[in-house]
């Protein structure tokens, strides 16, 4: 059901309820105001009675017969008057009660008020004793039909019933209504966030209400979350843009050159040995894309690092073996070693540094020297990887660790650079929740530092 409906059926609802509250103790109220002047109205004509048959008899007492005063000056319409004897006889009645007398309570005229239903009416009364001479000369008895009090209490409960239902429905139309308008903007941001879905066009921004409300604020949020979707979309986009333009290199290379194998039959030895060594070199660089594309695919699906504590001294000196074989024409050295253990992913450890001393080593000129340091600073776990190469221009630093990011591309390439060598190893290290630094200087050299936080 729509939020704008369901407003209007609670607001319709709780009006409802206090309305019917309050119409209840208006009509409570109401009839006993009523029937209280109801009765005094019959108190009042009782003692008007009574006193006109005080007065009709004040001598009259010694010829023992009661005068009675005409008692249709007494009576009304809907009124009725009665006068009985001491014993209950009646004596006396208006002309509208005709054939019918007004019941007595209980047989005995009773001082108090009773009701009854003369001719189908439901009439209210009175019977008060009237004292001559000392002794109960009579009773008067007096009674109002309740047709009028009905009525007017009739009316009220239709008005009551009539006007609330009617006002429930009008609260319920308008709160409808502003709740329709209010979420309006709400209706719109759902369709341009389908249109978005739709077309990608992340570029599109919803219309910025007032940002002091609720609303306004939705807006701006959704907004923020569209700026970074369409950041996120077009790094996704730039990637896979230079994915495909990084692997169509070495498979247009592969077939050149197979091609040129196909067409010249009587290749030379030697040159075909040639060809078949440029081909290597390319589904070498291909295979080492495919890893690094991959290593990078892990990073971003936010695999879980298999965290141990890693001596990282054994690391270095593992990294250091292993690189030593190609580091032709350079001296690669081991300097500081300090015992130190973090807490890591080993293999994505090693990765890391081999990257940083592989780099080192690609960059750095025959005859330069390549240092691996590992020191404690603690917190810290650093791992120094220094070398005397070329170095990087402090305009490009900023700019190493983007993906296929490449001072040089045609250079790095030759070297068999992917440029995807520095995201990799700062993904893992922000995993490791470390940081790497670096600091260059052209012509000199450059030193990656990677700092872990020391475990224990
Ligand atoms: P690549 O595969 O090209 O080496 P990286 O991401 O490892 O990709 O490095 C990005 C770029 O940073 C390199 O192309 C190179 O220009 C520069 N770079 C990285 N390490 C060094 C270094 N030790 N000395 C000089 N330049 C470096």
Do not use: C
């Not at 001479?133 to 039909?145: E, H, L, M, N």
């Not at 609330?164 to 209504?177: E, I, N, P, R």
């Not at 719109?188 to 609303?215: H, Q, V, W, Y």
């Amino acid at each position: 059901m729509p939020i704008r409906v369901r407003l209007a059926l609670w607001h319709g609802a709780i009006f409802g309820a206090a309305l019917l509250v309050f119409g209840v103790a208006l009509y409570a109220i109401m009839a006993r105001h009523l029937a209280s002047m109801a009765d005094e109205g019959v108190a009042g004509r009782v003692e008007h009675l009574a006193t006109a048959l005080r007065a009709a008899n004040a001598d009259g007492r010694m010829s023992n017969t009661l005068v009675i005063p005409p008692l249709d000056t007494f009576e009304e319409a809907e009124v009725y008057v009665q006068v009985l004897a001491p014993d209950g006889a009646v004596l006396s009645r208006s002309g509208n009660l005709k054939e019918q007398s007004l019941p007595i309570p209980q047989g005995a005229p009773r001082q108090g008020e009773f009701s009854a239903v003369l001719g189908g009416v439901e009439v209210r009364g009175s019977v008060a004793p009237v004292a001559i001479g000392g002794s109960t000369a009579a009773w008067v008895q007096v009674a109002v039909s309740n047709r009028q009090r009905e009525m007017v209490l009739q009316r009220l409960r239709w008005a009551l019933i009539g006007g609330g239902a009617g006002a429930v429905a009008l609260v319920g139309l308008l709160s409808g209504a502003l709740a329709g308008r209010a979420l309006a903007p709400v209706s719109e941001m759902a369709e341009t966030a389908r249109a978005i879905a739709l077309s990608r066009g992340f570029d599109r921004r919803l219309k910025a209400g007032n940002p002091r409300d609720e609303l306004g604020q939705l807006a701006l949020t959704f907004n923020e979350m569209l700026a970074s979707l369409e950041k996120a979309y077009a790094a996704q986009e730039q990637f896979a843009a230079h994915a495909s333009h990084e692997l169509r290199a070495p498979l247009t290379g592969i077939r050149g050159n197979l091609d040129l194998m196909g067409m010249i039959k009587d290749m030379p030895e030697e040159e075909r040995q040639q060809v078949l060594g440029q081909v290597r070199r390319e589904v070498e660089r291909l295979s080492r894309l495919v890893n690094d594309l991959l290593a990078l695919a892990r990073a971003d699906t936010g695999q879980e690092l298999e965290l141990r504590p890693v001596e990282l001294d054994a690391v270095v000196v593992d990294v250091y073996r292993q690189v030593l074989p190609t580091a032709n024409g350079l001296d690669l050295r081991l300097a500081t070693l300090e015992p130190s253990v973090v807490q890591g992913d080993e293999d994505r450890l090693k990765e890391v540094l081999l990257i940083l001393v592989d780099n080192a080593i690609r960059y750095t000129p025959q005859g330069g020297t390549v240092t691996l340091a590992l020191r404690r600073e603690p917190p810290w776990v650093s791992v120094d990887v220094e070398d005397t190469g070329m170095g990087i221009a402090p305009e490009h630093l900023p700019h190493i660790f983007q993906r296929f990011w490449r001072a040089d591309p045609a250079r790095s390439r030759d070297r068999g650079g992917t440029g995807l060598g520095l995201a990799i190893a700062k993904g893992i290290v922000d995993q490791h929740g470390g940081e790497i630094l670096v600091a260059s200087t052209p012509g000199r050299g450059s030193r990656f530092t990677v700092r872990l936080p020391a475990h224990g």
